[in-house]
């Protein structure tokens, strides 16, 4: 159980120190201060040891005393501690223990950032169109592709920008990290029409060359995607999201042989 302690007798309180008390410790202020309107704390402790006083009794009357705790002390403040130190030789008032905070618990050191390693990167042969789940964006070769093997689709995958701002699937432990190569035994797209005309792009009415990469829907009418175009959603025809479209490789021209075997045969058929 704790002792109860009784307060201290303050001087600006219900005791007031008499003025025979008061003019005794002016002509002590004056003696030590040498002029100073203060005696700093080196005059004014030598002074209160002098009583005989536990330096813990005095060190709380020291904080009781001591109006502005700037460790000096007016006349005033002087007058109130020597009244306490009087108060308490005479009627052996207890003074509290001086208060002790909890020390503060030490501060939790920030948690490390630990970088997260993204996946290998592996090679996969890209053999039908791809688009970008997040961003609509059409795969080509040599870009990055997050796919996810968990999910039903195999069809979900995503771009390097949106794994990185946190586009990504629920199962982001399944998803592998694949840089996207042409696939082998795609189909062939001619590079020629039946009359003999080069087939370009349906956007940038580019010429296609042989052996470059040709996006070509199977619904529309002569819709073929070169590999600078169908990355661009607003390039792509309305089927492409639907699966409707096939990645195809442009194959030589024809020979001349070819060609004039060609026009013989519907020359026999024409008659």
């Given at each position: 159980?704790?002792?109860?302690?009784?307060?201290?007798?303050?001087?600006?309180?219900?005791?007031?120190?008499?003025?025979?008390?008061?003019?005794?410790?002016?002509?002590?202020?004056?003696?030590?201060?040498?002029?100073?309107?203060?005696?700093?704390?080196?005059?004014?402790?030598?002074?209160?040891?002098?009583?005989?006083?536990?330096?813990?009794?005095?060190?709380?009357?020291?904080?009781?005393?001591?109006?502005?705790?700037?460790?000096?002390?007016t006349c005033d403040e002087f007058?109130?501690?020597?009244?306490?130190?009087?108060?308490?030789?005479?009627?052996?008032?207890?003074?509290?223990?001086?208060?002790?905070?909890?020390?503060?618990?030490?501060?939790?050191?920030?948690?490390?950032?630990?970088?997260?390693?993204?996946?290998?990167?592996?090679?996969?042969?890209?053999?039908?169109?791809?688009?970008?789940?997040?961003?609509?964006?059409?795969?080509?070769?040599?870009?990055?592709?997050?796919?996810?093997?968990?999910?039903?689709?195999?069809?979900?995958?995503?771009?390097?920008?949106?794994?990185?701002?946190?586009?990504?699937?629920?199962?982001?432990?399944?998803?592998?990290?694949?840089?996207?190569?042409?696939?082998?035994?795609?189909?062939?797209?001619?590079?020629?029409?039946?009359?003999?005309?080069?087939?370009?792009?349906?956007?940038?009415?580019?010429?296609?060359?042989?052996?470059?990469?040709?996006?070509?829907?199977?619904?529309?009418?002569?819709?073929?995607?070169?590999?600078?175009?169908?990355?661009?959603?607003?390039?792509?025809?309305?089927?492409?999201?639907?699966?409707?479209?096939?990645?195809?490789?442009?194959?030589?021209?024809?020979?001349?042989?070819?060609?004039?075997?060609?026009?013989?045969?519907?020359?026999?058929?024409?008659?």
């Amino acid at each position: 159980m704790s002792k109860d302690y009784p307060p201290i007798v303050k001087a600006n309180q219900t005791h007031q120190p008499p003025p025979d008390f008061r003019q005794h410790c002016a002509g002590t202020f004056a003696a030590n201060a040498q002029g100073k309107p203060y005696l700093n704390g080196l005059e004014a402790a030598s002074i209160f040891l002098s009583s005989g006083l536990d330096k813990t009794v005095l060190s709380n009357i020291w904080d009781q005393a001591s109006t502005y705790k700037n460790g000096r002390f007016t006349c005033d403040e002087f007058t109130n501690a020597m009244w306490l130190i009087e108060q308490h030789k005479t009627s052996q008032i207890p003074i509290p223990p001086p208060y002790i905070p909890y020390p503060a618990p030490p501060p939790r050191p920030y948690p490390v950032a630990v970088a997260v390693q993204p996946p290998t990167v592996t090679k996969m042969d890209m053999t039908e169109p791809m688009i970008c789940t997040g961003c609509d964006t059409g795969f080509v070769t040599n870009n990055i592709a997050y796919v996810c093997k968990a999910c039903p689709s195999d069809k979900n995958s995503y771009c390097e920008g949106c794994n990185r701002a946190g586009k990504r699937c629920r199962h982001v432990q399944s998803a592998s990290r694949h840089i996207l190569e042409r696939g082998r035994n795609l189909k062939t797209q001619d590079k020629e029409d039946e009359l003999g005309f080069s087939y370009k792009c349906s956007k940038c009415k580019t010429k296609f060359k042989p052996d470059e990469l040709c996006w070509h829907c199977k619904r529309c009418f002569e819709s073929n995607l070169c590999e600078g175009c169908w990355p661009a959603r607003e390039k792509r025809c309305r089927h492409a999201a639907k699966g409707k479209v096939q990645l195809r490789v442009v194959g030589k021209p024809a020979s001349i042989g070819e060609i004039l075997d060609d026009i013989g045969e519907i020359h026999d058929l024409i008659g």
